[in-house]
């Protein structure tokens, strides 16, 4: 089955520098890439996804690059905010009906003010 | 997307008892996926459940210790059976976008402490 691995594990940064989170993934047939933000206490919630057939994704702060040949993906999050401290997970999924997301470790990001 | 309600959000149970976890969405979905996420760790998919037939069980996690009902498109029940401190977790549901959207979306959770 699919593995997914994240690293770091913990990223500490400056308010307003970028961070970056990496994802691999094992199977070549993963064609769905989302990323997850949980703050303490709540669910995971959808921050940004991209799919096998694109690059790159942006949305405003936040962005997302794929390499299918090396099979991994990453996160970039530019002027980091204090409000974006939390724990990020990255996942990978045969995106048909019903196949479920594997999830990576978890990256928590501290983000000083 | 959709919006699930999960409950209870918390609990605090006597090991040996059961705890049935809710799931309720705003909308219709075929698939509804339960997750648990042990302390400081990452999700894990306990099963998937279809309505109308038996759920699908992950390696590692077995029926009669975590039955699950789906008796219609927007709702489900996950119960924790016979507990023990090992299942301290948060208990997640989630389902899936919309066709052309794969966008999972996850309830609050459902946060277990066994003692």
């Known amino acids: 089955g699919e593995n997914v691995e994240q690293h770091p594990s913990t990223l500490s940064v400056q308010e307003g520098d970028s961070a970056v989170i990496k994802c691999t993934y094992s199977d070549s047939a993963s064609n769905y890439f989302p990323w997850y933000k949980q703050e303490l206490g709540k669910g995971p919630q959808l921050i940004i996804d991209i799919r096998s057939n694109v690059g790159e994704k942006k949305d405003q702060r936040i962005a997302v690059t794929l390499n299918k040949t090396a099979k991994h993906f990453s996160l970039h999050i530019t002027e980091t905010q204090p409000e974006d401290s939390a724990v990020y997970f990255c996942a990978a999924s045969i995106s048909n009906a019903g196949n479920m997301l594997t999830f990576g470790g978890g990256t928590r990001l501290m983000v000083k003010p | 997307s959709a919006v699930i309600s999960q409950k209870p959000s918390r609990d605090i149970c006597q090991r040996g008892t059961s705890l049935t976890i809710q799931c309720q969405v705003d909308?219709?979905?075929?698939?509804m996926f339960w997750y648990r996420q042990q302390p400081g760790q990452s999700l894990t998919l306990i099963a998937t459940a279809n309505q109308g037939s038996e759920a699908t069980y992950e390696s590692g996690f077995v029926i009669d210790k975590f039955p699950i009902s789906r008796p219609n498109l927007t709702f489900s029940t996950l119960t924790v059976s016979n507990m023990s401190p090992e299942d301290s977790s948060i208990y997640l549901c989630?389902?899936?976008?919309?066709?052309?959207?794969?966008?999972?979306?996850f309830g609050s959770g459902t946060r277990l402490t066994v003692v």
């Open positions: 989630s389902v899936e976008g919309e066709w052309g959207n794969y966008g999972y979306t």
């Open positions: 909308s219709q979905v075929t698939m």
